[in-house]
């Protein structure tokens, strides 16, 4: 059985950053990050592929960065340069096959704020 533990997290400043970390059973065929306000559609974040490539929502690019540690299962998403707009529920997700269905964590808030 899959299992996916997500971390990080919290409270920062506008201009700060954060880590969220992912750490997943088995091998993946994706992983990454999405994003839900309350009311608004979850919308993809990051994500990186088995083969390294990574994609990013146009909102966070050179802001964010997703990256993988393949024998330790892990990924991280580095947040820099944080804004009020950033703050929403950051789901963890991977995705075991490209036919398989997602599995998702239990989500982190991620609250940007002065």
């Known amino acids: 059985q899959v299992q996916l533990v997500e971390s990080g997290g919290g409270l920062v400043q506008p201009g700060g950053s954060l880590r969220l970390s992912c750490v997943v059973s088995?091998?993946?065929?994706?992983m990454g990050w999405y994003r839900q306000i309350p009311g608004k559609r979850r919308e993809l974040v990051a994500r990186?592929?088995?083969?390294?490539?990574?994609n990013y929502v146009d909102s966070v690019k050179g802001r964010f960065t997703i990256s993988r540690d393949s024998q330790k299962n892990k990924a991280d998403l580095q947040m820099n340069s944080l804004t009020p707009e950033d703050t929403a529920v950051y789901y963890c997700?991977?995705?075991?096959?490209?036919?398989?269905?997602?599995?998702w964590g239990q989500g982190t808030q991620v609250t940007v704020s002065s």
């Open positions: 088995g091998s993946i065929f994706s």
């Open positions: 990186i592929f088995a083969t390294g490539t990574t």
């Open positions: 997700y991977m995705r075991p096959t490209l036919q398989a269905d997602m599995i």
